[in-house]
């Protein structure tokens, strides 16, 4: 006869911990090392690659600048990740307390049509930002 060992389950704070715990690594080595310094970070593949900038160009730097307190910085390097952020948090939020407290917080409900408008106004981002002519080069990071 064959017996299997159950491996016991982590509690169920042990996921949302390590997401924390890895999140307070990096931001701690953001305020430590600057982004905007050149070599101390890999460049964007998408910018080495093409010589566009991405939708995501210039986060850690905007990241940096959130973190070391310089909020109007910040925005013009990334203006859409600053409109993102306050989701992404709330829907980190809303799967810790869920799997910690069981409690399930309200879902952020949008229509169909929003939904399928982010993908179009990130790739519209994207572009915007390569256009090299104002107001465009202000999205530039």
């Given amino acids: 006869m064959v017996t299997t060992r159950q491996i016991p389950r982590p509690a169920p704070w042990v996921a949302p911990a390590v997401v924390a715990a890895a999140a307070g690594g990096a931001a701690s080595l953001l305020v430590a090392v600057d982004p905007g310094v050149p070599g101390h970070y890999p460049t964007c593949p998408f910018y080495a690659v093409t010589g566009l900038y991405c939708p ?13 307190g310089h909020l109007g910085t910040a925005v013009g390097l990334n203006p859409m990740f ?3 952020a306050p989701f992404l948090l709330y829907a980190y ?13 309200p879902a952020i409900k949008a229509p169909p049509w929003a939904i399928r408008l982010v993908p179009v106004l990130v790739i519209a981002f994207g572009v915007a930002r390569n256009i090299p002519v104002a107001p465009f080069t202000a999205l530039a990071p």
């Avoid at 995501?56 to 070391?68: A, D, E, N, P, S």
């Avoid at 799997?99 to 917080?105: D, F, R, T, Y």
Wanted: hydrophobic share 55%; charged share 5%; with cysteine.
């Fill in 82 to 84: 600053i409109v993102a």
């Fill in 56 to 68: 995501g160009c210039g986060t850690l730097r905007l990241v940096h600048q959130l973190l070391t």
């Fill in 93 to 105: 939020l809303r799967w810790t307390v869920g799997l910690v407290a069981g409690v399930s917080l």
